[in-house]
């Protein structure tokens, strides 16, 4: 028996399957009554909180086995930047059930059904890549974050792999955390079966919609995601792709020792 027929054996039952997307269903419908009405009023503090609490209802719900590796950037009033690879749209999830944090993630987003509303709702940030002015607009919104001591997390691969690898980091978005000096906390992010092998189940990768990466991790029994915060970078004075190679070795050698 190949590797995927073995994988199609343990599978869950339909019923599982079914059982499980309700819960995730009825989460998100939760979470869109409370940031339609309670959300907004909220103190920064409280919708922290609130945030990092549904985050981890929501990795409950799927199975997925969360373990933090290493020491989280905490809101103390110092500004920091996390970078992360980019996997699944569970990634943003499962950092903010490690340390609740804003996001900047790409256009496309806010157009997912409920998903992309609940971002928005979460101050999510979006950005169009290809065009210079809109990067020049998340530059000074970043800042602002930045220099009023909030957390930003980016992805800098620009796009999602299957888990197996990690593409280049463009440096552009690195720029606010420069100029904040603000450190960069290099953040490791790995799928696992229960075998250890990678869990490309969860990646969101390719011509997959989002209900495609939904509907492949609820025919795992469980996953496990690893978050490695690795210790942070200084940011001043150093050339911006220079830093942005480094942030990128640091996470491929924790990923692949």
């Not at 985050?55 to 992360?84: D, I, K």
């Amino acid at each position: 028996m190949d590797s995927h027929s073995q994988r199609s054996a343990r599978a869950t039952s339909r019923l599982t399957r079914a059982w499980r997307f309700t819960r995730v269903a009825t989460h998100f419908a939760r979470a869109a009554s409370i940031a339609g009405v309670a959300y907004p009023l909220m103190s920064p503090t409280r919708k922290r909180l609130a945030l990092q609490r549904w985050s981890a209802q929501l990795m409950r719900h799927l199975a997925a086995n969360l373990t933090v590796h290493g020491e989280p950037p905490q809101h103390n009033g110092t500004p920091f930047m996390l970078v992360a690879n980019h996997v699944s749209w569970l990634d943003i999830f499962a950092i903010n059930a490690a340390v609740p944090t804003r996001f900047v993630a790409k256009a496309e987003v806010r157009g997912w059904p409920l998903v992309g509303w609940l971002c928005v709702k979460a101050d999510t940030l979006f950005i169009e890549r290809e065009r210079r002015r809109d990067l020049a607009r998340l530059d000074d919104v970043i800042s602002h974050a930045l220099r009023n001591a909030a957390g930003m997390a980016v992805f800098l691969e620009g796009t999602t792999t299957d888990g197996t690898t990690v593409l280049p980091f463009h440096s552009s978005l690195l720029r606010p955390a420069q100029a904040a000096d603000a450190p960069v906390f290099p953040v490791a992010i790995r799928y696992r079966r229960n075998d250890g092998s990678i869990c490309t189940e969860a990646a969101y990768d390719g011509d997959k919609t989002a209900y495609d990466t939904l509907r492949n991790m609820l025919t795992q029994h469980e996953f496990h995601v690893d978050l490695h915060f690795l210790p942070p970078l200084a940011t001043a004075g150093k050339p911006r792709k220079e830093l942005a190679r480094e942030v990128r070795e640091l996470i491929v050698r924790r990923l692949d020792p």
